[in-house]
């Protein structure tokens, strides 16, 4: 049953995300990103869903290996949902514990920055405020000498969930015979 969801969501977001028309405001930050140096992607928890449009982007202008993100996940069931969509979408899953500080999953980070790779991570939650960020971006930044990059997506149609991030789901954005 959880492979078919993944399924679902999964082509879901790349439909919806692919059928939005991009704006790209402030190229020539993640240009370095897109070419392959080391940096930490930062963006809220509420635009998790948007986020996968970035990489998709940067695999269009650089076509190797050098885009592979890796993003730390929680490990409870839902964060079990979404690292399954997120490798669907050839995002690289650190599973991740907020109980026992992250600590694992920041010391591969740190390994995988360390070694040249991309890392994006959600400063927000869980257990912290909604746009709060926690210290653990800056500190690994601090720790990886890797500079940040924070990053940011909007679109005009979009679902807004109730949790406590208030997720962003972007609507496919269809010709109007294909209008429900």
């Not at 050098?66 to 839902?78: K, T």
């Not at 995002?91 to 514990?97: E, F, M, P, T, Y």
């Not at 994006?120 to 210290?135: E, K, L, M, S, Y």
């Amino acid at each position: 049953m959880q492979a078919a969801l993944v399924w679902v969501l999964g082509t879901y977001l790349l439909v919806a995300l692919r059928t939005i028309r991009w704006d790209i405001h402030g190229s020539a930050h993640p240009a370095p990103f897109a070419e392959g140096h080391v940096a930490i992607a930062a963006f809220w928890r509420a635009r998790s869903a948007l986020m996968p449009m970035l990489w998709i982007k940067g695999r269009e202008i650089h076509h190797d290996e050098a885009v592979s993100i890796h993003m730390p996940v929680s490990l409870p069931r839902d964060g079990k949902l979404i690292g399954s969509t997120l490798r669907g979408l050839g995002v690289q899953v650190l599973h991740a514990s907020s109980s026992a500080g992250g600590g694992p999953s920041m010391r591969r980070a740190m390994t995988l920055l360390r070694s040249g790779r991309q890392v994006a991570i959600t400063p927000d939650g869980p257990r912290c405020p909604r746009r709060v960020a926690a210290a653990r971006a800056a500190r690994l930044a601090a720790m990886s000498s890797a500079p940040g990059l924070p990053c940011s997506a909007q679109v005009s149609r979009r679902h807004v969930l109730r949790s406590w991030d208030r997720m962003v789901i972007p609507l496919p954005n269809l010709p109007r015979h294909f209008a429900v």
